[in-house]
Structures are given as C-alpha cells and as structure tokens.
C-alpha cells in the first residue's frame, strides 16, 4: 500500500487529514522522522502525545518500534477518529491510547485533562503551513502545561528560517499555498515559534534537517 502510493505522482496539494495527498507525505516523511525519534524519545515507561494525529497513520506506524511507551493520539477533527482505531486495530498496536479531542485554539481542550505524570514527549507533524498563526501560541502553551520535567516537543515540517526560504522548492511551495487564498496557510518562522516557546520557558534545543527540505524541531524547558 505504502509503496503503490510512493510510486504514484505527487498528489496535488490537500491538507484534508485523510486525502491523498497526506497518505503521499506521510509516506515519505514517516522513516525519517521514526529515525530521529528512536534516537530522542525516552529508554525508560512514559506516555507520548500526538497533536495533530490527522489519520493516525504516524502513531500508529511508529508505537510497535517502543513497546515500553504509550502512545496518545489526538486531533481537534473528531470525524478522524475511527480512521484512528482502525488502523490501530488492523495492527493491533497495544500500546495506542483511544484519540483525544485537542484543539490548538481552544486551551480548555488541554487545560481540562488529566496531567497525571505529565506526557514525556509530545509530537506535532505537517500543521504550521496549513493553520493560522495563533496555533504557535497554542503549541507552545499546551507543550508547557502537558510536558513532564524532562520532556520535550517535537515538530517537524516545512518552515522559514529567520524571514528566507531554506530551499527554492520550499518558497514555490509557499507561493502555492498563497494561491490557494485561505490567508492562513503559508510556511511559519522558526523565529516565531522560537519566541512564543520562550514566552512559555520552552527553548528550541535542536533543528535537525530533514529530507525534502523539511525541519524537526525539539524544544524542551530551558
Ligand atoms: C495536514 S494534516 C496532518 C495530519 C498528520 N499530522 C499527518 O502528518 O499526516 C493537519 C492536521 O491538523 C489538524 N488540525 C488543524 N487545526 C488544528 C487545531 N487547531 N488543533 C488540533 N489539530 C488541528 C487537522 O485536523 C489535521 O488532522
């Protein structure tokens, strides 16, 4: 499934959770960022919260590679949640939670759950360049109130770096999302999320290139 999908054209862009065109990226995106997660995400039990989770396709790929973590996903679109539990269930994946409604606009969405222990980890993969500029807020706020003492965020996608593109197919690909004209959509400043991690005490701790021009980003308590 995955290969017949790799081999396909690039579908044309749609940031629709369950399109085409996120199972291509994910498809793509997915090794790499396991990679950079086997090397970051705690040896020891913990909880780890996907933000974001859209199909469920990341989580659910990544949770057999860390059987000694639970995985959370969550999305603010609950019509994506039995794509979720499907899959989790065609795996059989143990060790993914039933989604969470968190919505990055609505800080009573987060601010309302159980902190317990706190998450040890949170990831966030493919929303900044299709979401307003407020869900940096949001990001970083949720990350501050739900994160344990050591843990950390993690994001990853396409991004400018200090006001210019890292890459000519990245600045194409923010005229595409302009001429799309919902104002929202657009690659997002590190510059920015670095300073609204800092509101939060959080500091950008790692910017690791990823393929295809992207970013992982990891921010932790300062
Ligand atoms: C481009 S999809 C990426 C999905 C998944 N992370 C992936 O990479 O396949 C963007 C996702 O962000 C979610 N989303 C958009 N706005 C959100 C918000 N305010 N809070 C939480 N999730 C949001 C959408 O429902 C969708 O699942």
Redesign the pocket.
Known sequence: MVMNIMNQGKPSLD???LSEY??W??AR?REPILNVLKEKLPKEPGVIL??????G??INYFAPHFKHLFFQP????TE?FDNIKNILGKLGNDNVYDPLS?????PKTWLNLDKKNGYSAIF????FH??PID?ID?MMECAAELLNENGFLFIYGPFKVDGTFNSASNEQFNETLNSTGVPEWGLKDIADLKKVAEYYDLKLQEKIDMPSNNFSLIFARK
């Open positions: 940031p629709h959770p996120v199972a990226a994910g995106n996907e933000i974001a989770s859209g199909s396709m990341h969550s999305d603010y679109d994506v968190i919505d990055l606009t609505q966030c993969i493919n929303i299709v979401a869900i949001g």
